[in-house]
């Protein structure tokens, strides 16, 4: 965690944040313990103040320490870990829509290409003068 960092005087909101997570998850024992109802909420919070650490992090005029802004390296990499994450179950599936997905595009442009027509079976319009009524 990151209990090194004065946060408390330097980014009171994000300290706040931080100690509310530690409780939720702690009152529980553990995140996959956390009801359905409120992982989301837990989530939620956690992936803001990975951001809020990021963002502090990049702050060139922040009153932070190497110390303090290795110790929130360091909790921010945890955060991440149990954020940022996509399942390999998910990972397969985008993987073959995409790939079922390209290749019946490359089929069609290919169809659509041989035909040299966007419209099939509709006649052409005389288009002179940007007119596209019949003459």
Known sequence: MAAGCELSTSRPSLA?????????????????KIPAASVGNTRNDMYLTS??????????????????IATLGAYKKGLDGATKFIPDWVKVSVALALGLGSASLSRSAKRSAKSNDLWPGRRRRNCRHGDDRRR
């Open 51 to 68: 951001e809020a650490i990021r963002f502090l992090q990049k702050d060139k005029e922040s009153d932070l320490s190497k110390a303090d």
């Open 16 to 32: 706040l944040l931080i100690r509310d997570i530690a409780k939720q998850i702690q009152s529980y024992g553990s995140l996959a």
